[in-house]
């Protein structure tokens, strides 16, 4: 089993900056794919950013250019840089991981954007 633990989230005024952070631990191997998803209530957990293990990146293209995914596979952690951040970012944050085709997922992470 794989724990993810996100934390970093809060509230920020638009405009403003927040970093996630997502420590895996537990009985590691190899993670592969990580990655941050979040929902808001009555929508589907959308994709924002993932990265592979060997560092490539894809966005949801609406953050692109503002949020940036980055990962250190020596500490088992994925961050997720977010800048300009708007009113429709505010959404519950999941880390997500996958290993030996498992998923994983975080309890989630509030982001609140305030106008």
């Known amino acids: 089993q794989v724990q993810l633990v996100e934390s970093g989230g809060g509230l920020v005024q638009a405009g403003g900056s927040l970093r996630l952070s997502c420590v895996a631990s537990?009985?590691?191997?190899?993670?592969?794919?990580m990655g941050w998803y979040r929902q808001t209530p009555g929508k589907q957990r959308e994709l924002v950013a993932g990265?592979?293990?060997?560092?490539?990146?894809n966005y949801l293209d609406s953050v692109k250019g503002r949020f940036t995914i980055s990962r250190d596979n020596a500490k088992n952690t994925v961050y997720l840089e977010m800048n300009s951040l708007k009113l429709e970012d505010t959404a519950v944050y999941y880390c997500h991981g996958v290993q030996a085709q498992l998923e994983y997922w975080g309890q989630g992470t509030q982001v609140t954007v305030s106008s």
């Open positions: 990265i592979s293990r060997e560092g490539r990146t």
């Open positions: 537990g009985s590691i191997t190899k993670l592969w794919a």
